[in-house]
C-alpha cells in the first residue's frame, strides 16, 4: 500500500538560522513563512525554538543597551526611564495611604 500525502517537512539547519535571525529582528512570523514559501502555520511549528530563542536574545541585548546607557550617566533620560520603569520611581510626591479619600461628586441625572 502506498503512503498517500506529502512528506513531513524537515527543516534544514539553514533555515533554522535563517528564522533565529529573522526573529532576533522582529520579522513577524507571517513574513517568515512568505520568505520561506510555507504556512505561517508551518513556521510555528517547526521553527519554535528559535523564534522564541531570537525574540529573547534580541530583548536581553536591548536591555543591555538600555542599562549601559542609564548606567553611563551620559544620558539622563535614559537614567530617568530605567529608574521609573525598572526601580519603580516615580517624580510625584507619595500620599498618605492611611488619610481618607475625598471623592466629590458632581452633576446629576438628566432630565
Known amino acids: 500500500m502506498k503512503k498517500r500525502g506529502r512528506p513531513p517537512f524537515q527543516p534544514s ?3 533554522r538560522q535563517q ?3 529573522w526573529a532576533k529582528y522582529g520579522v513577524p512570523s ?3 513563512a512568505r ?4 504556512d505561517e ?9 528559535e523564534i522564541d530563542a531570537g525574540r529573547s536574545f534580541a530583548h ?4 543591555e543597551t538600555l542599562w549601559e546607557m542609564a548606567a553611563s550617566g551620559t544620558n539622563p533620560t535614559m537614567t530617568i526611564f530605567y529608574c521609573k520603569t525598572q526601580l519603580r520611581m516615580n517624580d510625584k510626591p507619595e500620599q498618605d495611604e492611611s488619610a481618607p479619600t475625598e471623592i466629590v461628586v458632581t452633576g446629576g441625572l438628566p432630565r
Request: net charge positive.
Open 13 to 15: 539547519e539553514e533555515e
Open 19 to 21: 528564522v533565529f535571525l
Open 41 to 49: 502555520k508551518t513556521i510555528l511549528k517547526y521553527f519554535r525554538e
Open 30 to 32: 507571517l513574513d517568515m
Open 35 to 38: 520568505m520561506l514559501k510555507k
Open 60 to 63: 536581553t541585548k536591548i536591555r
